[in-house]
């Protein structure tokens, strides 16, 4: 199985800050990742997929790149409403899907 | 729009049974792959199962031979039976469509004790 090793595990910041979240994959999985952000007690909604792409309706501060096993997710100036926790999410190896063990964004 | 929403959720003894609904709108279900998803409380997320197009079902290790995916095409719901349910088995229970879980439902708790 595919395993994704997410880091950090949690991290603080200010708002304005440039943050970058990093998943690693056990082996290469092309572009078949997504990012979810995930507020207590909501469902996870995804940010990016293949990788790369921003998903309709999430502002462009959000960015993702990486192919192969290295992933990164960027948030280019942090804002109020972006304190979560983020997940990366694999389905280069479905049906067995994996996920990153989550970054909890907190504010500093 | 698409739209999941689950339901069937509760207090269950270990032992038990329970089925899960996820009713979809937006979209055909029996097109798309369906997983579940499940996330126990303050823990990461873990996949459970998915459903292909075709009819194909896949499990995870912590589940298989005690759960069951499945769909009803004319109601165009996606159903969750699990049965020998256990302490570790409580979680909240997503839904989510296509191979690359792009959409999700809101949840619904499972809990399992005595």
């Known amino acids: 199985d595919i395993q994704m090793t997410q880091s950090p595990s949690s991290l603080s910041a200010s708002v304005g800050d440039r943050v970058t979240i990093t998943c690693r994959a056990s082996?290469?999985?092309?572009?078949?990742l997504g990012w979810y952000q995930q507020k207590p007690g909501k469902a996870p909604k995804r940010l990016i997929y293949a990788a790369s792409s921003l998903q309709s309706g999430v502002p462009s501060r959000f960015s993702g790149s990486g192919s192969g096993t290295e992933f990164t997710l960027t948030i280019s100036s942090l804002q109020p409403e972006d304190f979560a926790t983020y997940y990366c999410l694999q389905h280069n190896s479905y049906p067995r899907y994996t996920f990153g063990q989550g970054t909890k964004l907190e504010i500093k | 729009e698409v739209q999941l929403v689950e339901s069937g959720g509760g207090l269950i003894q270990p032992g038990g049974s329970l089925r899960l609904s996820c009713a979809a709108s937006g979209f055909t279900v029996s097109s798309n792959y369906m997983s579940w998803v499940r996330q126990a409380p303050g823990k990461g997320l873990e996949w459970v199962s998915v459903i292909y197009s075709g009819g194909s079902t896949y499990y995870a290790d912590s589940v298989k031979g005690r759960f069951t995916i499945s769909r009803d095409n004319s109601k165009n719901t996606l159903y969750l039976q699990m049965n020998s349910l256990r302490a570790e088995d409580t979680a909240v229970y997503y839904c989510?469509?296509?191979?690359?879980?792009?959409?999700w439902g809101q949840g619904t708790l499972v809990t399992v004790s005595s």
């Open positions: 082996q290469g999985i092309r572009n078949d």
């Open positions: 989510a469509s296509d191979v690359a879980l792009g959409y």
